[in-house]
Antibody, heavy 123, light 111 residues
Framework: EVQLVESGGGLVQPGGSLRLSCAAS????????LDWVRQAPGKGLEWVAN????????YYVDSVKGRFTISRDNAKNSLYLQMNNLRAEDTGVYYC????????????????WGQGTLVTVSS | QPVLTQSSSASASLGSSVKLTCTLS???????IAWHQQQPGRAPRYLMN???????NKRSGVPDRFSGSSSGADRYLTISNLQSEDEADYYC?????????FGTGTKVTVL
């Protein structure tokens, strides 16, 4: 069974940093692109970033470029999101998601989602 | 970058049908999309992917009541024999050059 479990959320002041983690199991982690998707309170889904199987390629939504860094450790079956210079508008639930196509050279739709971790940016 | 347009809400009676629309920007009208369901207080769940031809592939375990279809830039999700557990937000997703975009979501209310 595919499982994605996020952790690391919490309350942080504006300008602060936080590192989210996603522990994966039930599939061959190193064969898939992985994504972070967030959801502000009462709002819709927003794609944040993704990373290729080998970690060589990373892509970001414009609003987080230069502040967030996605990374992965295939030996630990883990995905990360380092968030720096956090803003109030970064508040929300952050989901880890798996891209559907195994071995694909390009990212595709998300077919499995974690339960999410809440990030609150407030003074 | 593709843009996905969804109506904000839809409602239908228990046991009836509802058809949700996700419209792609015109220059991306051939793109594949995915439909996701988010029940209240829960994480999103992938339902199916849907091609411009109307062909779709559902996730294992998704009831037969859920089906997909397409017409031009429009991608549809039809829920037949609506059940109370279908009350949820429904999002479409597409991607281009390894970046993704979601529609704004449609809230389905079961009357």
């Amino acid at each position: 069974e595919v499982q994605l479990v996020e952790s690391g959320g919490g309350l942080v002041q504006p300008g602060g940093s936080l590192r989210l983690s996603c522990a994966a199991s039930g599939f061959t982690f190193s064969n898939y692109w992985l994504d972070w998707v967030r959801q502000a309170p009462g709002k819709g889904l927003e794609w944040v970033a993704n990373i290729k199987q080998d970690g060589v390629e990373e892509y970001y939504v414009d609003s987080v470029k230069g502040r967030f860094t996605i990374s992965r450790d295939n030996a630990k079956n883990s995905l990360y999101l380092q968030m720096n210079n956090l803003r109030a508008e970064d508040t929300g639930v952050y989901y880890c998601a798996r891209s559907s196509a195994e071995y694909s050279s390009s990212s595709e739709f998300s077919d499995y989602w974690g339960q999410g971790t809440l990030v609150t940016v407030s003074s | 970058q593709p843009v996905l347009t969804q109506s904000s809400s839809a409602s239908a009676s228990l046991g009836s049908s509802v058809k949700l629309t996700c419209t792609l920007s015109s220059e991306h009208s051939s793109y594949i999309i995915a439909w996701h369901q988010q029940q209240p207080g829960r994480a999103p769940r992938y339902l199916m992917n849907l091609e411009g031809s109307g062909d779709y592939n559902k996730r294992s375990g998704v009831p037969d009541r859920f089906s997909g279809s397409s017409s031009g830039a429009d991608r549809y999700l039809t829920i037949s024999n609506l059940q109370s557990e279908d009350e949820a937000d429904y999002y479409c997703e597409t991607w281009d050059s390894n970046t993704h975009v979601f529609g704004t979501g449609t809230k389905v209310t079961v009357l």
